[in-house]
């Protein structure tokens, strides 16, 4: 079975400032992974994912994550936060012929002025 | 282009009543899935569909229930709602598990 932790379900960041949010995952299998966004009363966006190959990659609003497969993590960092970055992120894992998605708890962002 | 639709927006519903709450998707993909969301509780997955006639528990799906005619719609049934399925209800759709979905705007759904 696959898994995603997230820690801190609230975070908050000063408008300018490193924006990091953490994702570890489990998984026995190579796994793809996601990041979405969540705005008040919206559905989720895809942000980015990763499913093979750059182990880096960028994403819509600055966004980037990094795969670490020794770490069995993907980050979700953004080198400055907006205001308009105020919202709910979600990581999340499948793999390779399994469609069922599993979510981390979220972190809520809070950006300070 | 519509993407993923869900109706009702909105809906309130009395302790033993049943519902179904639609799901329609405009882009041909073959797997379509539910997820209520609580707070602090992330997305659960309820059920889920990978083509017409193929559909799958998740981990939480007892009270609902699900069928898959067509490749365009996943309607999901709630058969006794209870208060404890109050929640916001997201359908999504993914052409491939590698793709990532692509969800509706919900449905918030209050049991009294």
């Known amino acids: 079975a696959q898994s995603v932790t997230q820690l801190g379900s609230h975070v908050s960041v000063s408008e300018g400032a490193l924006v990091l949010l953490r994702c570890n995952y489990s998984?026995?299998?190579?796994?793809?992974l996601f990041w979405y966004v969540q705005y008040p009363n919206q559905g989720l966006q895809l942000l980015l994912k990763y499913t093979t190959g750059a182990t880096l990659v960028k994403g819509i609003n600055g966004f980037e994550a990094e795969f670490k497969k020794s770490e069995t993590s993907f980050h979700l960092t953004k080198p400055s936060a907006h205001m308009s970055d105020a919202a709910e992120y979600f990581c999340?894992?499948?793999?390779?012929?399994?469609?069922?998605?599993?979510f981390g708890k979220g972190n809520q962002v809070v950006v300070i002025p | 282009n519509a993407g993923v639709t869900q109706t009702p927006k909105f809906q309130v519903l009395k302790t033993g009543q049943s519902m179904t709450l639609q799901c329609a998707q405009d882009?041909?993909?073959?797997?379509m899935s539910w997820y209520r969301q609580d707070p602090g509780m992330g997305l659960r997955l309820i059920h889920y569909?990978?083509?017409?006639?193929?559909?799958d528990q998740g981990e939480v799906p007892n009270g609902y229930n699900v069928s898959r005619s067509t490749t365009e719609d996943f309607p999901l049934r709630l058969l006794s709602a209870a208060p404890s399925q109050t929640s916001v209800y997201f359908c999504?759709?993914?052409?491939?598990?590698?793709?990532?979905?692509?969800f509706g705007s919900g449905t918030r759904l209050t049991v009294v």
């Open positions: 569909s990978v083509g017409a006639g193929i559909t």
């Open positions: 998984s026995s299998v190579p796994p793809y």
């Open positions: 999504a759709s993914s052409y491939r598990e590698y793709y990532g979905y692509t």
């Open positions: 999340a894992v499948s793999n390779y012929g399994n469609n069922r998605l599993a």
């Open positions: 882009m041909n993909h073959e797997y």
